[in-house]
């Protein structure tokens, strides 16, 4: 597996809850392209362990030379 710690990360998009977060990154796990979730500050209104909504958000990032391809693996040409 490639290191992570190589890439120019540049963030995608922001989800309200870690789930939905998690979701995306399975995704693009799926099409071949890495991601990273920033979970700081993303204590789910039930605490830590809660993976329901975030008061802060959950950013998705990924290596700025798969942005493209992450947008399309997630249906986001049209969202800015």
């Given at each position: 597996m490639?290191?992570?710690h190589e890439h120019a990360w540049v963030a995608l998009i922001?989800?309200?809850a870690v789930y939905e977060a998690e979701?995306?990154?399975g995704r693009l796990?799926?099409?071949g392209i890495l991601?990273?979730?920033d979970r700081r500050g993303?204590?789910?209104i039930f605490g830590l362990g809660h993976a329901g909504s975030s008061v802060r958000g959950v950013t998705l990032?990924?290596?700025e030379d798969c942005v493209t391809e992450a947008r399309e693996a997630l249906d986001l040409e049209g969202e800015s």
């Open positions: 490639e290191d992570q922001e989800y309200g979701l995306a990154a796990e799926s099409a991601s990273r979730i993303a204590a789910g990032y990924v290596p």
